[in-house]
């Protein structure tokens, strides 16, 4: 007999508790969310205090101050999280839904409907709220998840699963909808990503070098979430104070997120005009521009630190104080430039003209095009999914932000009434069902189902 390890005997748990969850109607699962919520506000001194050991070993380690940004958890940001948490009880439940539905002509019922994917794996890295995000948005869709955060969340996510997995006992659901990968190894999450059969699908998300990892490296099905090389482009028409405080807010309103801008494109025509306002406002906030050389021509009276930009800059996700700028000469270079650097995640375009808005929205292939607003909306929260599983760079299944509905999949439901195939019923308009009923002993000529 087989013994499973550790991280296999917790997806086969999750396989019952899976099975578990897909019937269950709305209210139990919203009412378990509710539970949820208020655990995570009464334990939220619980929660900071392991989070706090979290980030003095990060800090003691020289981690970046933007990670650290990401792995810090305060009573606001739980405030927050279980906020988010109510907002998927106000969202419709998908399972069940009827995305198509129509009576064939021989009178058979055809349903494709909303059902669980079943047991999702989320591997990610140091972004606890990712924990409850996740965790709620596979409970709405009825399914069970496990969660592997990074070793430098290990205790957040710790004290996280265990207010969550007792608010699910609380409100009568399987604890083991909801799990902590066991293990802090590389081995855990290869053991994870191998675990094809038990686990469904597979949600990574992180940097670039995680993704890829999961991607190249997974025999369970992935949806790849992507990085963000986000641009803005600030068009010939344009207004010139909301250009600059949509590039304001898209770089510096929070650096360490994916759907921060990290590249400023601006048509030639404007950029003596735009980029000495820019430029200001970008030095007020911190920001360091690596721009080209008609950036760095423009930038020569200004206060901004302005350096010279590589080729490696148009490819960076920063995730901090920089910028990537450059002067193009038309709307159609700008597309151009995104077309060869851009990671598909968002891109912005700042302009009066609904032509050149049009052409833009029509040429640029991104999760999301945004005209006159700050690319920082890429967002489930913000689009009104309650929170996110992450945001999907690919093009199948699922793409943009991913709320309840990408968290399922179908199936057909498909209804008569004694109908049997035959050779009249291989081409529609062939004869009728009784017509094939009528092949088969004993048949009897009965209402069909509908």
Same mark, same amino acid.
């Given at each position: 007999?087989?013994?499973?390890?550790?991280?296999?005997?917790?997806?086969?748990?999750?396989?019952?508790?899976?099975?578990?969850? *897909?019937? %269950?109607?709305?209210?139990?699962?919203?009412?378990?969310?509710?539970?949820?919520?208020?655990?995570?506000? *009464?334990?939220?001194?619980? !929660?900071?205090?392991?989070?706090?050991? @979290?980030?003095?070993?990060?800090?003691?380690?020289?981690?970046?101050?933007?990670?650290?940004?990401?792995? $810090?958890?305060?009573?606001?940001?739980?405030?927050? !999280?279980?906020?988010?948490?109510?907002?998927?009880?106000?969202?419709?439940?998908?399972?069940?839904?009827?995305?198509? &539905?129509?009576?064939?002509?021989?009178?058979?019922?055809?349903?494709?409907?909303?059902?669980?994917?079943?047991?999702?794996?989320?591997?990610?890295?140091?972004?606890?709220?990712?924990?409850?995000?996740?965790?709620?948005?596979?409970?709405?869709?009825?399914?069970?998840?496990?969660?592997?955060?990074?070793?430098?969340?290990?205790?957040?996510?710790?004290?996280?699963?265990?207010?969550?997995?007792?608010?699910?006992?609380?409100?009568?659901?399987?604890?083991?909808?909801?799990?902590?990968?066991?293990?802090?190894?590389?081995?855990?999450? $290869?053991?994870?990503?191998?675990?094809?059969?038990?686990?469904?699908?597979?949600?990574?998300?992180?940097?670039?070098? %995680?993704?890829?990892?999961?991607?190249? &490296?997974?025999?369970?099905?992935?949806?790849?979430?992507?990085?963000?090389?986000?641009?803005?482009?600030?068009?010939?028409?344009?207004?010139?104070?909301?250009?600059? &405080? !949509?590039?304001?807010?898209?770089? *510096?309103?929070?650096?360490?997120?994916?759907?921060?801008?990290?590249?400023?494109?601006? #048509?030639?025509?404007?950029?003596?005009?735009?980029?000495?306002?820019?430029?200001?406002? %970008?030095?007020?906030?911190?920001?360091?521009? #690596?721009?080209?050389?008609?950036? %760095?021509?423009?930038?020569? @009276?200004?206060?901004?630190?302005?350096?010279?930009?590589?080729?490696?800059?148009?490819?960076?996700?920063?995730?901090?104080?920089?910028?990537?700028?450059?002067?193009?000469?038309?709307?159609?270079?700008?597309?151009? #430039?995104?077309?060869?650097?851009?990671?598909?995640?968002?891109?912005?375009?700042? $302009?009066?003209?609904?032509? *050149?808005?049009?052409?833009?929205?029509?040429?640029? @292939?991104?999760?999301?095009?945004?005209?006159?607003?700050?690319?920082?909306?890429? @967002?489930?929260?913000?689009?009104?999914? &309650?929170?996110?599983?992450?945001?999907?760079?690919?093009?199948?299944?699922?793409?943009?932000?991913?709320?309840?509905?990408?968290?399922?999949?179908?199936?057909?439901?498909?209804?008569?009434?004694?109908?049997?195939?035959?050779?009249?019923?291989?081409?529609?308009?062939?004869?009728?069902?009784?017509?094939?009923?009528?092949?088969?002993?004993?048949?009897?000529?009965?209402?069909?189902?509908?």
């Amino acid at each position: 007999m087989t013994i499973d390890s550790p991280v296999l005997a917790a997806a086969r748990r999750a396989r019952t508790a899976a099975a578990a969850l *897909a019937p %269950l109607p709305r209210s139990a699962k919203d009412a378990a969310l509710l539970t949820i919520a208020e655990a995570l506000i *009464a334990r939220a001194g619980e !929660i900071t205090a392991a989070n706090a050991e @979290d980030v003095e070993r990060a800090r003691a380690a020289g981690t970046a101050e933007s990670v650290i940004d990401r792995l $810090t958890l305060t009573e606001e940001r739980i405030a927050a !999280i279980a906020a988010d948490v109510r907002n998927v009880v106000g969202l419709p439940d998908p399972v069940g839904e009827v995305v198509r &539905g129509y009576t064939l002509p021989n009178g058979l019922d055809v349903r494709q409907v909303r059902v669980p994917l079943g047991v999702v794996g989320i591997i990610y890295e140091a972004r606890p709220n990712v924990t409850v995000d996740a965790a709620a948005l596979c409970l709405k869709s009825g399914n069970a998840v496990l969660l592997r955060g990074s070793a430098s969340a290990y205790r957040s996510n710790t004290a996280l699963v265990a207010v969550l997995r007792d608010a699910l006992a609380a409100a009568g659901l399987p604890v083991d909808a909801i799990q902590l990968v066991p293990g802090e190894s590389r081995e855990s999450v $290869t053991e994870l990503m191998r675990a094809r059969g038990l686990v469904d699908v597979l949600i990574p998300r992180g940097g670039a070098s %995680l993704i890829k990892t999961v991607v190249e &490296g997974s025999t369970v099905p992935v949806i790849e979430t992507g990085t963000g090389n986000c641009h803005v482009y600030v068009d010939a028409d344009t207004d010139l104070a909301m250009a600059v &405080g !949509i590039l304001l807010n898209s770089k *510096a309103q929070r650096v360490s997120v994916c759907n921060a801008a990290e590249t400023l494109l601006v #048509h030639q025509d404007v950029a003596e005009e735009f980029l000495p306002l820019a430029l200001t406002a %970008l030095a007020e906030a911190g920001v360091t521009v #690596h721009g080209d050389a008609a950036v %760095l021509k423009l930038a020569a @009276d200004s206060p901004a630190t302005v350096v010279p930009a590589t080729e490696e800059d148009w490819a960076a996700e920063y995730l901090s104080l920089d910028l990537a700028a450059a002067v193009v000469p038309s709307l159609d270079a700008a597309v151009e #430039h995104i077309r060869r650097w851009s990671s598909g995640h968002t891109e912005a375009i700042v $302009t009066t003209s609904q032509s *050149a808005a049009r052409r833009f929205t029509q040429l640029v @292939d991104a999760t999301t095009v945004a005209v006159n607003a700050s690319t920082r909306f890429t @967002d489930g929260s913000e689009f009104g999914f &309650g929170a996110e599983i992450g945001i999907s760079t690919q093009k199948l299944h699922a793409r943009g932000p991913m709320g309840l509905p990408e968290l399922t999949s179908t199936k057909y439901i498909v209804t008569g009434d004694g109908h049997v195939r035959g050779e009249a019923t291989r081409t529609v308009g062939g004869r009728s069902a009784d017509s094939a009923r009528a092949q088969v002993p004993g048949a009897t000529d009965k209402s069909r189902a509908r």
